[in-house]
């Protein structure tokens, strides 16, 4: 089965611009996520949706941060303004419905802030 | 606040030997562990996992153990070899909740 696909894979950008990052879960997985994974730390979840809904994203810095994922497949993550500490590895996952089901990883958007 | 740790953050090890990756965290309520293996470049890619109703699991080279009383955790990989040079990171959850990761453990297995 194919795998989640996130793209652009790297993108640069000048701090106080915006940018967006694009994921593309396992077909037929209901629940998708979102990390940041800042270097030399583990991946922390921004938010996460069931379906077209969302579950938790108490850790969403939503002044600047925004999510969506429309019709329960597609997702895109935004940021706007960007600061230089969101300079980090933008993570998409997915995992069937149920608990304890094991997430699955694209690849990440390296986003760097100059 | 740190509720899952990887206190080594990197580890050596010859090919064929074991390698063990150590994992301790403060939530007693997490009930359901899991190991993530990352190469360069690449996102996590599941390993393994274990429910707090066990205390081992098994996957071919791959073995994790559950400690509940010292909430530790910990992966064994017998033997060893150089495609297993990655980072490992452990990651816990509560049922139902989101799953919160330790920092990684880096292993180099020389040939």
């Known amino acids: 089965e194919a795998g989640v696909a996130q793209s652009p894979r790297y993108k640069i950008i000048e701090k106080r611009q915006s940018v967006a990052f694009w994921c593309n879960p396992i077909?037929?997985?209901?629940?998708l996520y979102w990390y940041q994974q800042i270097l030399g730390q583990g991946p922390k979840l921004l938010i996460q949706f069931q379906n077209n809904g969302v579950v938790d994203d108490s850790q969403l810095p939503k002044d600047r941060f925004s999510a969506e994922r429309l019709k329960g497949v597609d997702s895109t993550l935004k940021i706007q303004p960007a600061k230089l500490e969101d300079s980090a590895v933008y993570l998409c996952?997915?995992?069937?419905?149920?608990?304890?089901?094991?997430?699955?990883f694209g690849d990440g958007t390296r986003l760097s802030i100059l | 606040d740190q509720q899952v740790k990887q206190n080594s953050p990197s580890l050596s090890v010859q090919e064929g030997r074991i390698s063990i990756l150590n994992c301790d965290y403060t939530n007693s309520m997490f009930d359901y562990f899991l190991w993530y293996k990352k190469y360069p470049a690449e996102g996590p890619t599941f390993l393994i996992s274990i429910s707090s109703i066990k205390d081992k699991n098994e996957d071919g080279r791959f073995t994790v153990f559950l400690n509940k009383s010292a909430k530790h955790l910990s992966l064994h990989i017998v033997p060893s070899q150089p495609g297993d040079s990655a980072v490992y990171f452990c990651a816990a959850s509560v049922t139902g909740g989101k799953l919160i990761f330790g920092q990684g453990t880096t292993l180099q297995v020389k040939p």
């Open positions: 077909s037929g997985h209901a629940t």
């Open positions: 996952a997915s995992s069937q419905q149920g608990y304890n089901q094991p997430q699955h």
